[in-house]
């Protein structure tokens, strides 16, 4: 299929599920910082399985940035109007919540993206004037070519820094995470001490009674 019906289909899902999925229009960092605060996980992976009539697929984790799963498998499914379902083995970073039976589901006003389905990015910019005043069959489609290698490049810039922007994310709450541990093992040695010294106290106070006793004895 061609790169033009490509663009015709992301943007009639788009505007078809409009009615749907009431989506905040947020800027492309506000809404990442929003999807990483209230994701339950957000991993990089590459679609394995999926049925578009079903609504259900599954991912094979590569990367994982937030969450907790055992399973290298995580299977997903179109669980409301709002949500996407990949139609194509294809990369992706998602940012996805957990269902009741542990299953995920990813939203459209999410981040999530696929790499070459271009699913969950913006819709392509609409044609220039000077598009549809340019006469010459050959140099008309040069131009719409241009325009659509410069939303390619758009779109995988942006995956590009989404996954980079992760993997400092994932950085950082690793160095949080050490540090955490590091203050716990402070915290504890400081109460191992604390009680250390009040049990050498009582000893002590224990042994200072024992030996005024026996001299109030003797005399």
């Not at 779109?155 to 995470?177: G, P």
């Not at 200072?208 to 004895?217: A, C, P, Q, T, Y």
């Amino acid at each position: 299929m061609k790169l033009k019906y490509i663009f015709a289909l992301i943007f009639f899902f788009n505007y078809s599920n409009s009615f749907s999925c009431d989506c905040k229009i947020l800027d492309k960092e506000t809404m990442i910082n929003k999807a990483l605060k209230y994701s339950d996980i957000v991993f990089y992976g590459e679609v394995i399985k999926f049925n578009p009539i079903t609504g259900t697929y599954s991912f094979k984790i590569i990367e994982l940035f937030k969450g907790e799963t055992n399973a290298v498998l995580v299977k997903g499914t179109n669980s409301t109007s709002c949500s996407i379902t990949p139609t194509k083995k294809d990369l992706w970073i998602v940012y996805a919540n957990f269902n009741n039976d542990k299953t995920i589901s990813i939203s459209q006003c999410s981040p999530s993206m696929g790499l070459e389905s271009h699913t969950g990015s913006y819709p392509p910019p609409p044609q220039k004037e000077e598009y549809f005043n340019i006469k010459n069959k050959d140099i008309k489609s040069l131009y719409r070519k241009v325009i659509e290698l410069e939303y390619e490049k758009e779109n995988l810039t942006n995956w590009i820094n989404q996954l980079e922007r992760l993997r400092i994310y994932k950085s950082d709450q690793n160095t949080i995470s050490e540090k955490e541990k590091a203050d716990l093992k402070i915290e504890t040695y400081a109460k191992y001490i604390i009680i250390s010294l009040i049990i050498t106290t009582v000893l002590l106070l224990v042994l200072i009674f024992v030996v005024l006793m026996k001299k109030k004895s003797k005399s």
